[in-house]
């Protein structure tokens, strides 16, 4: 499965699964070793984790992300009803 993905998403997902953790060090090593910004990298690993053939590949990291997103969805939700209410 992992030579279906092109290196360079394969490269992204290895490096989330592998530090899933959202520092400083790690915003500094995603800007060296991928020339991009974590906000970028972030989207590209989360439309990643869509697809049926990473789910399949990396199903906790998918997971993971997934219910990371519902939760924080939901938190919004609820902030958007408490300024309603306030």
Not at 1 to 16: A, G, K, N, V
Not at 43 to 66: G, K, M, N, T, W
């Amino acid at each position: 499965m992992e030579d279906m993905l092109p290196p360079e998403e394969l490269s992204l997902l290895t490096f989330q699964d592998t530090h899933p953790q959202h520092r400083g060090a790690k915003e500094a090593a995603i800007r060296t070793r991928f020339g991009i910004g974590s906000a970028r990298f972030y989207q590209r690993v989360h439309s990643l984790v869509r697809r049926p053939d990473v789910v399949a590949e990396y199903p906790q990291l998918a997971f993971r992300i997934l219910r990371l997103e519902e939760s924080a969805e939901h938190r919004r939700e609820e902030r958007s009803r408490m300024r309603r209410v306030a």
